[in-house]
């Protein structure tokens, strides 16, 4: 079968997009392919540069060998274009630059000489957090900040509110906020977009998007990975940090935000602020009560052994670090209360997906005999990954004579089906989104520290339990006590088209 068309899409300015910890995973990973795919669609324009940024001991020609390969092994081979891929490395520069020292700096100003205020100029800091700050200290030294440059910051934004706000201070004092992308690359999904188009460009749904309808949210962010060779990382992060705070919330407030005036950025930013600032905190009680941690051990995963988390690299004996979180929270405002969202997020787990979904209460009256069936609420789906789908599930007669017989149905919007198009990644289009100067997917300041101040009402809930996370076996769904968390309240976890769903 042949690839979908690429989405044609407008020219952009000239770049200069300087890309900090550039031999490092996300960046071979998932920026330079997200570049060179841009660069494939026509929207990288005439003299944009790529440069990479590490403290590695390498030339451009060694970098561009290693970008070569990166992007033959992480785009699809029927995207690849040998001339195109030429033209990609040909934009591609490397300098070695110490970000704790001096070291480096005067080189990489070198490299603007004589570019003036041309090119739109981008400092991408794929790093450690702790590196932030230093970082844009030294670019104000060598004289890169101009007032029109501008800043990604990977997440996380540090490890909790405190944190957070002195990196947001450090960087804050280099660059004003309209400079500053902190970036969250779920919010750069084509589904996750379209709840937006799903929500206020429909008469249907935005009537009954309220506690009188809706009698639950959950959303589900499932890996089967592991720590993949992080887990320095990860065990000083865990689940509530990695994918909580930031992913799981922001998909909390675009379900939850009331329409904006409009799809300028600040007032979509202004509606999502709303939510966090709505969340219910948790005291010790509610945290006992309302979420549960996990940590995988030995199992299996698509079809492969793998090892407990106590037991890949880089974990420390005894570690009590969550890999799995679930939680129920609450919105105290008009439209949502009394409606529970139920979070889950998990490494090692059956699948990798993402979805959304969004239980309706039952009708209130059935006239249909028993004979029927069983009659089941209306549910909405909104898959992320993989196969980005929106499904709405209805009541419908089954054909055929032989009375009235009732069963659930899907109308199923499948984008690539519908569309037959191929959808720039969350990554590509959020690089080209700071090329335009368009901030409305990437967090604001006070977005981010109004998340951290009700993910710490967790963490300090933890800290005082005690609790040790729950084990569950790598290939399952958790934690059986994530199985009560929902089934208490009369509900359950939506798995019917999920594999190997039994924990």
Same mark, same amino acid.
Request: charged share 25%; aromatic share 8%.
């Given at each position: ?170 960087? +804050? *004092? /280099?660059? #004003? ?5 902190? %970036?969250?690359?779920?919010? !750069?999904? @084509? $589904?996750?977009?379209? =709840? ?107 079809? +492969? *052994? /793998?090892? #407990? ?5 880089? %974990?420390?004996?005894?570690? !009590?670090? @969550? $890999?799995?979180?679930? =939680? ?130 967790? =963490? ?44």
């Amino acid at each position: 079968m042949s690839h979908p068309r690429t989405v044609a899409a407008p020219p952009l300015p000239a770049f200069d997009y300087t890309v900090f910890g550039g031999t490092g995973d996300l960046a071979l990973r998932k920026l330079l392919p997200a570049l060179y795919l841009r660069d494939r669609a026509g929207q990288v324009a005439a003299g944009s540069r790529i440069i990479a940024v590490s403290r590695s001991a390498l030339d451009p020609a060694e970098y561009r060998a290693k970008a070569d390969a990166a992007v033959r092994r992480h785009v699809a081979a029927d995207e690849l274009d040998e001339e195109l891929i030429a033209r990609f490395l040909e934009r591609l520069d490397y300098v070695s630059v110490d970000a704790t020292s001096s070291e480096g700096w005067s080189d990489l100003a070198g490299r603007f000489e004589g570019r003036g205020d041309g090119p739109v100029r981008i400092f991408y800091l794929a790093t450690s957090p702790s590196l932030f700050g230093p970082i844009c200290d030294r670019l104000k030294g060598a004289g890169l900040v101009t007032p029109a440059a501008r800043v990604v910051l990977e997440k996380p934004i540090g490890r909790d509110l405190d944190s957070a706000r002195a990196i947001n201070a450090q960087v +804050g *004092a /280099v660059f #004003a906020e309209s400079q500053i992308y902190r %970036i969250d690359h779920y919010l !750069g999904k @084509e $589904t996750v977009q379209n =709840l937006l188009a799903l929500r206020f460009a429909n008469s249907l749904f935005e009537p009954l998007w309220n506690a009188n309808h809706i009698d639950h949210v959950q959303i589900t962010v499932a890996e089967t990975v592991g720590v993949e060779g992080r887990g320095d990382y990860y065990d000083h992060s865990g689940a509530l940090r990695d994918m909580v705070q930031n992913h799981l919330l922001q998909l909390v407030c675009l379900v939850g935000m009331e329409s904006p005036v409009s799809l300028a950025q600040e007032a979509v930013r202004d509606e999502k602020l709303k939510v966090l600032r709505s969340l219910k905190p948790m005291g010790v009680e509610d945290v006992g009560a309302c979420t549960v941690r996990g940590q995988y051990r030995a199992g299996a995963v698509t079809g +492969g *052994a /793998v090892p #407990a988390y106590a037991d890949e690299p880089g %974990i420390p004996a005894g570690s !009590g670090t @969550e $890999t799995f979180v679930a =939680l129920k929270l609450e919105i105290a405002n008009w439209r949502w209360a009394g409606v529970p969202f139920y979070l889950r997020t998990g490494k090692r787990l059956p699948a990798k997906m993402s979805e959304i979904v969004i239980q309706f209460r039952p009708i209130p009256h059935s006239i249909f005999p028993q004979s029927a069936g069983e009659l089941q609420a209306n549910r909405l789906i909104v898959r992320l990954q993989p196969d980005e789908s929106i499904r709405l599930h209805l009541m419908a007669k089954e054909p055929g004579p032989g009375g009235m017989r009732l069963r659930q149905a899907p109308l199923n919007l499948s984008f690539a089906e519908t569309f037959g198009s191929r959808f720039p990644d969350a990554y590509e289009r959020l690089l080209m989104d700071v090329v335009r100067g368009n901030p409305t997917l990437f967090m604001r300041r006070d977005e981010v520290e109004a998340a951290w101040a009700w993910a710490e009402t967790i =963490l300090e809930g933890w800290k005082s339990r005690r609790d040790q996370p729950k084990p569950y076996i790598s290939g399952t769904w958790g934690p059986s006590q994530a199985i009560a968390l929902i089934e208490r309240d009369g509900r359950t976890w939506h798995e019917d088209e999920l594999p190997n769903a039994a924990f």
